[in-house]
């Protein structure tokens, strides 16, 4: 089976290349230097060539504030984007694995997302990334969408980074306490995704790390882990916050189909960030 991983110089598109190669599968990494996904002839003449038997579209356009500004742009990568792969995919009979996210729901739901929820995205990255879901599903059978949540990885920037620098300067923090979800390390998610390539699920499926917490939680145990004093992290709202693009109270996802399906759970998040605390200092993968 040779796998290809479409944005894998993103930070997940890096651990899964990580993963990949610890592995027996043959697989090719591209970039979007490599492969741009929003010209469909391009993606024809790379995937006739390579002749993938499961493609990964880690590739995206995941700038949630900007895209708010960006419809067009967002739409045009995390849509069009995903049915330009479709399509292509279908033509040479290749399996697609797409990510997405837990912000194609609203929110409004009070215990987690299940797969079979309906969607009812509240942003504009969320609604293109759903537009990217359905592209696949009109298209293609053999496919599988994974949504995961609140992405941190050493191969980019993200919240833990965010946090520690402004650790290092001593900063009292005011961070949002109202919305809800799971932390996920991209290492553990791209061994779960590693571990799915050997099965046919077929689908939506969601995988996260285990627990939950607040973005003021998940800040305060940055602190915590570090040595530095918890109470520095205040809570706010999210409309204090006042972010541009808004955000769902309720992020959390049920991983109980790819308990079913794999045979076992991600770690708990908080196990998931000590990890990540250990190893930036060691690892090679750049940011
Ligand atoms: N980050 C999160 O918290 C989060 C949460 C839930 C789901 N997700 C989903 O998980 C996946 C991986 O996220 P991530 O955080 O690893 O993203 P990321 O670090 O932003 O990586 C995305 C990659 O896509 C590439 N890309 C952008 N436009 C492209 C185009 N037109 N053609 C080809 N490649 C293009 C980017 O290249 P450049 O850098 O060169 O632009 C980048 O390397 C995404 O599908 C995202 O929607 C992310």
Redesign the pocket.
Known sequence: MSILI??A?????KDLVQVLRGSSFEFLGL??SD????DLKAIENKLLKVNPSVVIL?????LVDNCEDQKELANS?NGD?AKNVALVCKKIGARLLY????YVFDGSKDSSYVEEDLTNPINVYGQS?LLGEKNIQDILSDYLIIR????FGLG?KNFVESILKRGQKGEDLRVVSDQIGAPTN?KDLAVAIVKLLRNDTKGIINISNSGECSWQEFAAAIYSEIGLDESKVASISTEEFGAKAPRPKNSRLSSERFEKVAGYRLRDWKEALKDYLEHRKSSTISK
């Open positions: 479409i944005g110089n993103g930070m997940l598109g970039g979007k492969l741009d996904i929003t880690s590739a995206a356009y995941t990568i984007g990510v997405s996210t837990d990334k995961t949540s609140w992405l980019g991209t």
